[in-house]
């Protein structure tokens, strides 16, 4: 069966590194999603993007989070510097044509730890 | 922004009971997701309701979307352990092209004891 693949599954950092995620969506769907979730809360969207081009950035914290997704296919996220506030799971959802018209898939997610 | 109250935030029962888990918001969604999404993973899809006034059933679990598409509910019968989860309501404003991602509730944490 079809998986969104996410990397790592866990990551321990200290405050001000960087750190990055990685996100492969399920073949052929054309929208990928990044998400962040503190415990106990829902998602909350980061980034949407369809193919290569991001189509919503505006929950993004820009001056420290970037994303790309340079061939329409896998997605990286960083984070540069972490701050404890970060501590969180980010997780990767890609859609077909869109969560209007079809089903988001999740990955398992990245759970960061910043000490 | 669109906000997502769900209620109760917590919920524990005994096997067997039935139960309703409830999504409310000001906003109208052209569609409405329900997720349920155990510890260390990710959120995976029951149900999307589109129509106001909408019910959908997926075995136990019985979904409506309310008349004027602002609120659902999440009823289950019969509750079994393996229902233990967070479950979590998600709206769409979305018409299917351009920035359509969903807003999240906080989610209702079930647990469902033996």
């Known amino acids: 069966e079809a998986e969104v693949a996410q990397s790592p599954r866990y990551k321990i950092t200290e405050k001000s590194q960087a750190v990055a995620f990685w996100c492969d969506p399920i073949?052929?769907?054309?929208?990928l999603y990044w998400y962040r979730q503190i415990l106990g809360q829902g998602p909350e969207l980061l980034v949407q993007f369809q193919d290569e081009s991001v189509v919503d950035d505006s929950q993004l914290p820009k001056d420290r989070f970037s994303a790309e997704r340079l061939k329409g296919v896998d997605s990286t996220l960083k984070i540069q510097p972490a701050e404890l506030g970060d501590s969180a799971m980010y997780l990767c959802?890609?859609?077909?044509?869109?969560?209007?018209?079809?089903?988001?898939?999740f990955g398992e997610g990245s759970r960061l730890t910043v000490l | 922004t669109q906000l997502l109250e769900q209620s109760p935030q917590f919920l524990s029962i005994q096997e067997g009971e039935n139960l309703t888990v409830y999504c409310n918001s000001s906003?109208?969604?052209?569609?409405l997701q329900w997720y349920r999404q155990e510890p260390g993973e990710g959120p995976v899809l029951l149900v999307t309701v589109v129509t106001g006034g909408e019910v959908k059933k997926l075995k136990r679990l019985t979904f409506q979307f309310g008349d004027a598409r602002k609120d659902s509910s999440l009823h289950i019968t019969a509750a079994q352990p393996g229902d233990t989860g967070l479950y979590l309501c998600?709206?769409?404003?979305?018409?299917?092209?351009?920035?359509?991602?969903?807003?999240f509730g906080k989610g209702t944490h079930l647990i469902i004891q033996p």
């Open positions: 073949s052929g769907h054309a929208t």
């Open positions: 959802a890609s859609s077909f044509q869109g969560i209007v018209t079809g089903e988001l898939f």
């Open positions: 998600a709206g769409a404003v979305g018409s299917g092209g351009g920035a359509d991602g969903l807003t």
């Open positions: 906003s109208v969604f052209s569609s």
